[in-house]
Nanobody, 129 residues
Framework: QVQLVESGGGLVQAGGSLRLSCVASGRTFGIAAMGWFRQAPGKEREFVARIPWSGGNTYYAISVKGRFTHSRDSAKNTVYLQMNSLKPEDTAVYYC??????????????????????WGQGTQVTVSS
């Protein structure tokens, strides 16, 4: 089992920044990659970013590329999502997720929530205009 706990959400004005954290515990040695997803009210869950647990190339949704940066601190079993130049349309509950499977870079499985094995409880991000 892997447990994931997100933090760092909040209310910010458009153009502002937030940094989300996701701490993993439990059988973390089995994690291949970590992803972030978000879900706005009335909308489907949306892929945001993915990073290999051991480091390497990150992968971003087009909607956040250039504004969000995904990183990890292996010593702390933590991944971060630095979100800059936030827009009202970034408002959503943000979830981190752990994938126990290694898949080729850029695979469509990256963006499929069903591909991930463990999920955090989510943290609310609200961007005001």
């Amino acid at each position: 089992q892997v447990q994931l706990v997100e933090s760092g959400g909040g209310l910010v004005q458009a153009g502002g920044s937030l940094r989300l954290s996701c701490v993993a515990s439990g059988r973390t040695f089995g994690i291949a990659a970590m992803g972030w997803f978000r879900q706005a009210p009335g909308k489907e869950r949306e892929f945001v970013a993915r990073i290999p647990w051991s480091g390497g190339n990150t992968y971003y949704a087009i909607s956040v590329k250039g504004r969000f940066t995904h990183s990890r601190d292996s010593a702390k079993n933590t991944v971060y999502l630095q979100m800059n130049s936030l827009k009202p349309e970034d408002t959503a509950v943000y979830y981190c997720a752990a994938d126990l499977k290694s898949v080729p870079y850029g695979s469509t499985l990256y963006t499929k929530g069903a591909s991930y094995d463990y999920w955090g409880q989510g943290t609310q991000v609200t961007v005001s205009s």
